[in-house]
């Protein structure tokens, strides 16, 4: 099996340090900050006090900081958040140098081999992400074929910012998120926390975004409707190529024709009876 890598050249990061990170990170994100070591990355959410998704991004320890990997459209506004929610804690929140970058590294299990790579946390066929100068990377790089990691992580049917996830209307639940172990419901209470665990413990998740795939041809646009030969089976959150992601009503997916364009992955452990 080949491995594919690609710069991800829509990332950028932050750094935050101080001796209050720790508490906090743990009141303000979804995921627990103490599962964030020199060698494990985390997966995480900023809510909105509603619980609606606002951010999401990775974070990794590095040394006495932690590096913050988020898509480069929405650094600014994390930024500002940030420094708006830390009040009088002491920490430092500023920008990293734009020459800082990560590649995705995907295919044979193989790249774990590799030294420096993270593996992503929210689904194992994802891969992992390699941390490192611009330079650094597109030398190593070069050890492996050129892939599209937007069409594998759409595939593998996995939202993010700007491909799927919607600021301050996302559902976290309806994301996905508790399957990307983007949540941890056994820690304190953290900003939008009510709502999701509330959610979550009383099984009220009729939607889900789900991938699905059409001819690059057909006309399937962002906030139009989904459907097959037979009934509607939701809305359109992103699209690319011959793919996309979608927001399905679950019971629309009960007896799906042979025409349906939707479909369950493997990691997404819904069976029937949730549907």
Same mark, same amino acid.
């Given at each position: 099996?080949?491995?594919?890598?690609?710069? *991800?050249?829509?990332?950028?990061? $932050? @750094?935050?340090? %101080?001796?209050? !990170?720790?508490? +906090? &990170?743990?009141?303000?994100?979804?995921?627990?900050?103490?599962?964030?070591?020199?060698?494990? *990355?985390?997966?995480?959410?900023? $809510? @909105?006090?509603? %619980?609606?998704? !606002?951010?999401? +991004? &990775?974070?990794?320890?590095?040394?006495?900081?932690?590096?913050?990997?988020?898509?480069k459209e929405r650094r600014e506004?994390?930024?500002?958040?940030?420094?708006?929610?830390?009040?009088?804690?002491?920490?430092?929140?500023?920008?990293?140098?734009?020459?800082?970058?990560?590649?995705?590294?995907?295919?044979?299990?193989?790249?774990?081999?590799?030294?420096?790579?993270?593996?992503?946390?929210?689904?194992?066929?994802?891969?992992?992400?390699?941390?490192?100068?611009?330079?650094?990377?597109?030398?190593?790089?070069?050890?492996?074929?050129?892939?599209?990691?937007?069409?594998?992580?759409?595939?593998?049917?996995?939202?993010?910012?700007?491909?799927?996830?919607?600021?301050?209307?996302?559902?976290?639940?309806?994301?996905?998120?508790?399957?990307?172990?983007?949540?941890?419901?056994?820690?304190?209470?953290?900003?939008?926390?009510?709502?999701?665990?509330?959610?979550?413990?009383?099984?009220?998740?009729?939607?889900?975004?789900?991938?699905?795939?059409?001819?690059?041809?057909?006309?399937?646009?962002?906030?139009?409707?989904?459907?097959?030969?037979?009934?509607?089976?939701?809305?359109?959150?992103?699209?690319?190529?011959?793919?996309?992601?979608?927001?399905?009503?679950?019971?629309?997916?009960?007896?799906?024709?042979?025409?349906?364009?939707?479909?369950?992955?493997?990691?997404?452990?819904?069976?029937h009876k949730d549907l």
């Amino acid at each position: 099996m080949t491995l594919y890598a690609q710069i *991800l050249s829509n990332r950028q990061f $932050l @750094s935050i340090s %101080g001796q209050d !990170v720790p508490p +906090f &990170f743990q009141g303000l994100i979804t995921n627990d900050i103490n599962k964030a070591t020199d060698n494990m *990355l985390i997966y995480t959410a900023l $809510l @909105s006090p509603k %619980g609606r998704y !606002v951010h999401d +991004f &990775f974070i990794r320890k590095q040394e006495k900081e932690y590096l913050i990997d988020v898509h480069k459209e929405r650094r600014e506004d994390l930024l500002k958040r940030l420094s708006l929610y830390k009040l009088r804690s002491n920490i430092e929140v500023k920008k990293v140098q734009d020459t800082h970058s990560v590649m995705a590294i995907w295919g044979e299990s193989s790249f774990m081999e590799e030294g420096g790579v993270y593996q992503d946390p929210r689904v194992e066929a994802l891969g992992g992400r390699i941390y490192g100068s611009r330079k650094e990377l597109e030398n190593l790089k070069s050890k492996y074929e050129e892939g599209d990691y937007t069409y594998h992580r759409i595939k593998l049917g996995v939202p993010e910012a700007k491909s799927g996830l919607i600021e301050e209307k996302t559902i976290p639940l309806e994301a996905n998120l508790d399957y990307l172990n983007a949540i941890s419901f056994k820690k304190g209470c953290y900003m939008g926390q009510e709502l999701t665990a509330r959610t979550y413990h009383q099984g009220l998740i009729r939607k889900r975004i789900l991938p699905f795939q059409l001819s690059e041809d057909i006309s399937a646009h962002p906030n139009t409707i989904i459907s097959d030969k037979e009934k509607e089976l939701g809305i359109i959150v992103t699209r690319y190529k011959d793919l996309g992601l979608a927001r399905i009503r679950l019971e629309n997916l009960k007896n799906e024709s042979k025409d349906c364009p939707v479909y369950v992955p493997k990691w997404i452990p819904l069976q029937h009876k949730d549907l």
